[in-house]
């Protein structure tokens, strides 16, 4: 996809980024769903991937850190939170489909190449020669507004 036509990135505003309330209350919603057969190590790894990618892509969605009563500094985690969902492999698949011609709507995904392949250029090439519906995702991460995400996730199971 040439740079030109990449979607905008939600980001939160400043004035958005408000600790003291719920999670529910902020605007943007940020979900992972993640193929449920995949073994254990796998899908944490899956989640752990795409969870890095998105803290780095969403601006305003690490919240300060701080520190615990001995003084230990801790770092910022997601202050809206995230909600980690579980799905079939073609459920996961229509569900990054339907997240990725959503507007406003962010995706990260974690195809079955890059645990796979050893040597990240070499996940890379191969990316560059897959075609979308055969990525075989192990797992995405949608952030996006709350009610858009909400649609795409709806009957999704809670891991």
Not at 95 to 123: C, F, H, I
Not at 129 to 157: N, Y
Request: proline share 8%; with cysteine.
């Amino acid at each position: 996809m040439p740079e030109e036509s990449l979607p905008d990135i939600p980001a939160y505003a400043p004035d958005e980024i408000v600790t003291s309330e719920p999670t529910r209350s902020a605007r943007l919603k940020w979900a992972i769903v993640v193929d449920s057969a995949l073994p254990a190590g796998r899908m944490v790894n899956a989640v752990a991937c795409i969870a890095a990618a998105t803290g780095e892509a969403i601006e305003g969605m690490q919240g300060p850190g701080g520190p615990d009563a001995s003084g230990y500094p801790h770092p910022g985690l997601a202050w809206a939170g995230c909600t980690v969902l579980g799905a079939t492999a073609e459920r996961l698949a229509n569900t990054r489909a339907k997240a990725v011609a959503a507007t406003g709507v962010w995706v990260a995904d974690m195809p079955l190449s890059a645990q796979t392949n050893r040597v990240y250029d070499e996940y890379l090439a191969e990316l560059a020669g897959t075609q979308p519906e055969d990525l075989e995702v192990c797992a995405i991460s949608i952030v996006g507004p709350r009610e858009t995400v909400d649609g795409i996730v709806k009957k999704l199971k809670l891991l």
